[in-house]
Each structure stands twice: as C-alpha cells, then as structure tokens.
C-alpha cells in the first residue's frame, strides 16, 4: 500500500481494470427495464417479453424478484432471449444479492442469463456519509469476487444520492471509494430531478457508465416521471455524445416509471422518439 493511501482508498483503485474509454462509432443498443411494463409482465412474463422484443427493443434488465427464479427457470428464460435475438447484460439488485448468502445465487442466475453486471437497485436504509462509505466497501467488495469472473457489481443512483449530506453528495463517496470496473449505472431522470448534471458527471467518470438508465422527468404536478423519453427537460443529444465519447456506455435502457399512456403504448411510443433521435 501506498504511504498517504487509507485501506478504503487503496480497495477502490487496486486490482481493477479500465473497462476502457467509450463506444464511439459504434451503435449502441437500445433494451427496456422491464419494471416499465410490470403490470403486463406479471400477467404474462414471456408474453411480455416476446411484445417488447416485438418493438424493436434488443436488450431487457430484469428486477430484483429474478432472485426467487430456481436455475431451471432462468434457463428457460435464457432460451426465450436466444431466441428472440436480445439480450440480458444486467441485473437489478437488492441488497441481498451482495450478501455471503444471496451473492453465489445471483451470480449463478446472472451468468445463465448472460448479464454481466450486478446492479445495485437500492441500499436501503443508509445512515449518515459513513453509512455510505460502507456502500461503497460492499460493493467494491463484490467487485472482487466478480472480477475472475469476468463480472462486475454496479450501482443504481436515486435522487437522495444527489444531496449534500454532512457536506458531501453520496454519489461522489460512491465513485471516489469504489473501483473503476463497479459500474455507475446512470438514472438520467433522477439525476436531473436531483439538480445535478448528467453530462458533467459521465465526463467526469471515464469508462464506468455501461449501462445508462434513459428515463425523463420534467418539473410540474401533472409531469414528474410521468413525461415519456424525450419529452422532459434532460439534455439528450449531450447526454449520448458524453456517454459514447467517454462513459464506455454497452447499451440504453429505457425506463418509463409511469405514464399517461397504457404500459405497452407507452414504451412503444418512447422508443419511437428514441430512433429518431438516434437517425
């Protein structure tokens, strides 16, 4: 260990490697967070998926409840992906999956499923900035054990990790004490609800967004997280030159936490306005 470096420091930096640089020139592919059509999922989950890939979304992320999945089922789901020519590349997290007890099983499902990424959708209750530093020794933790295996942890930001808390924001402690290969799984929408820039923070952070969360917000009773992608007031086209210049981002997912439009309608609309964007 380096004189000066503290042992949560040195966690955070030694042993891991540059996931490298960006995707420019490339085409990244468009997925869906599957909690956006939650209702029809739970009716009919491979339904569901099957419509969704119908739309022309090319990657899924599915939510922590993928946990209560016996390896039999995440394999027939891992079928019906194949089949339908998409892909899973993370998963969302609770707690538990990072735990000595839950973290074999969600590796074990992740790795039939094909994700790489292990995120974490929520910490829980998190008391004071030292709480937070504990978040970030977890996860850099995780990242230890995942990284043989050609795995990664992540971290799923909400819109209290963007607060001043005993003058320091959660997320700079987050990025600051993990790894450079424990992903910062942007939620443009939180961030931007939040005050905080998107564009100042992916260029900040070289090569850790691999996934971005693509959900809009705009200010007004009747908006919130109720505007579909696009019509709130994140900078877009910034956001996508950041994250493809230097963000390292693999793919968008969009996410549509509600809306005025039935699920189905909804994301379909969304990512209609994503493929013009992207045109």
Avoid at 188 to 216: M, N
Wanted: glycine share 10%.
């Amino acid at each position: 260990m380096q004189p000066g470096l503290s042992r949560r420091r040195f966690l955070a930096i030694s042993g891991a490697t540059p996931l490298g640089l960006g995707a420019a020139g490339k085409s990244v592919p468009v997925g869906l967070e599957l909690d956006s059509v939650r209702g029809a999922l739970a009716q009919d989950f491979f339904g569901t998926v099957r419509e969704v890939a119908r739309m022309g979304y090319r990657a899924v992320e599915f939510d922590p409840s993928y946990l209560n999945w016996t390896p039999d089922y995440a394999r027939q789901v891992r079928r019906l992906l194949d089949d339908l020519g998409i892909r899973c590349q993370s998963t969302q997290n609770n707690t538990l999956s990072f735990s000595k007890k839950g973290l074999p099983k969600a590796i074990e499902l992740s790795q039939i499923l094909g994700a790489k990424y292990i995120v974490m959708a929520t910490a829980g209750s998190v008391v004071g900035i030292e709480g937070w530093r504990e978040v970030a020794d977890l996860l850099t933790l995780t990242a230890e054990r995942l990284r043989p295996l050609g795995m990664a942890a992540g971290y799923h930001n909400h819109e209290p990790e963007w607060a001043s808390l005993e003058g320091q924001r959660p997320m700079d402690v987050l990025a600051a004490n993990t790894p450079i290969d424990v992903v910062l799984q942007l939620d443009v929408g939180s961030c931007v609800e939040a005050g905080a820039d998107p564009v100042t923070w992916i260029s900040g952070h070289p090569g850790r967004f691999r996934s971005i969360h693509c959900k809009d917000w705009a200010p007004g009773a009747d908006k919130g997280y109720r505007v579909l992608f696009g019509e709130g007031v994140a900078p877009w086209a910034r956001i996508f030159e950041a994250a493809e210049a230097a963000g390292g981002v693999e793919s968008y997912l969009i996410e549509q936490e509600a809306s005025r439009f039935p699920e189905f309608e909804a994301v379909e609309r969304c990512l209609a306005v994503w493929k013009q964007m992207r045109a």
